[in-house]
């Protein structure tokens, strides 16, 4: 007796279906967000590594931001906030794998250390290109621009975490996103969980990636909230924060 499966196309039409229901579950959402704050005290976000180096990303963003690079297929990556590199390394690995496309990751510091870390993981370093500045400086934007403007790219903002940073990052950046492609705002779970008393920040609720982002959809209607990838993400640091353009 031959085994009975869905096809491809109803299999997903039924996954479709299932994470538009979960969407709706607030309750389950507020579970989900209770384990996060919960966990945040033992620093669980941080707890992933890729080939060697953390990610302060959770798993499940990390993957569907995978979801997304197989479906666009950039030519860039812009990466604002890398931190230890784990998740640049992650994206260029991606990259590797599609045989195109860089990584420029962005941040106002990265140390030399971390650098040579990052140079000496074989093909996948050689689709990563650093750059040490702060995304709101002028001389950065303008050198950025250069270096993407007219090409596939996905953003993803992962820096300063206040509405006031977040906004004009939006404003900005936003300008160089490919149609279809997207903007990605990192960390709008501070919108929903309470600060981590272990850890003192100038965001929180009200001040935070969430806050920039529901201002920034009320003016620019060139995107939208691509509820294919928010239906279905649960533990995530992103809630609504995955940004398509439409136009």
């Known amino acids: 007796m031959k085994k009975k499966i869905y096809t491809k196309k109803l299999f997903?039409?039924?996954?479709?279906?299932?994470?538009?229901?979960?969407?709706?579950?607030?309750?389950?959402?507020?579970l989900a967000n209770k384990v996060i704050q919960e966990s945040d005290k033992y620093m669980f976000i941080h707890q992933?590594?890729?080939?060697?180096?953390?990610?302060?990303?959770?798993?499940?963003d990390l993957f569907r931001i995978q979801e997304i690079i197989y479906d666009i297929k950039p030519d860039i990556i812009l990466e604002i906030g890398v931190a230890w590199g784990g998740s640049t390394l992650f994206f260029a690995s991606i990259l590797e794998n599609l045989k195109k496309g860089r990584i420029i990751?962005?941040?106002?510091?990265?140390?030399?250390?971390?650098?040579?870390?990052?140079?000496?993981?074989?093909?996948?370093?050689?689709?990563?290109?650093?750059?040490?500045?702060?995304?709101?400086?002028k001389n950065i934007q303008n050198e950025i621009t250069k270096l993407i403007k007219g090409l596939k790219t996905i953003i993803i903002l992962d820096s300063n975490h206040t509405k006031d940073h977040v906004l004009n990052e939006l404003n900005f950046y936003s300008k160089l996103v490919s149609k279809n492609s997207y903007?990605?705002?990192?960390?709008?779970?501070?919108?929903?969980?309470?600060?981590?008393?272990?850890?003192?920040?100038?965001?929180?609720?009200?001040?935070?990636?969430?806050?920039?982002?529901?201002?920034?959809?009320?003016?620019?209607?060139?995107?939208?909230?691509?509820?294919?990838?928010?239906?279905?993400?649960?533990?995530?640091?992103?809630p609504s924060g995955y940004l398509k353009r439409i136009k």
């Open 12 to 30: 997903e039409r039924i996954l479709s279906k299932n994470a538009a229901n979960m969407a709706k579950d607030k309750k389950l959402f507020l």
């Open 48 to 60: 992933t590594k890729f080939f060697g180096e953390p990610s302060l990303n959770l798993p499940e």
């Open 183 to 238: 903007i990605i705002c990192c960390d709008t779970i501070l919108n929903f969980i309470k600060p981590n008393k272990l850890r003192n920040r100038e965001w929180g609720p009200n001040n935070n990636p969430y806050t920039a982002l529901k201002q920034f959809l009320k003016y620019n209607k060139n995107f939208i909230i691509d509820k294919k990838i928010n239906n279905k993400i649960l533990f995530t640091c992103n």
């Open 105 to 137: 990751g962005l941040d106002i510091y990265i140390p030399d250390t971390l650098k040579n870390r990052i140079a000496q993981k074989g093909k996948i370093s050689k689709r990563i290109k650093l750059i040490e500045g702060s995304s709101l400086s």
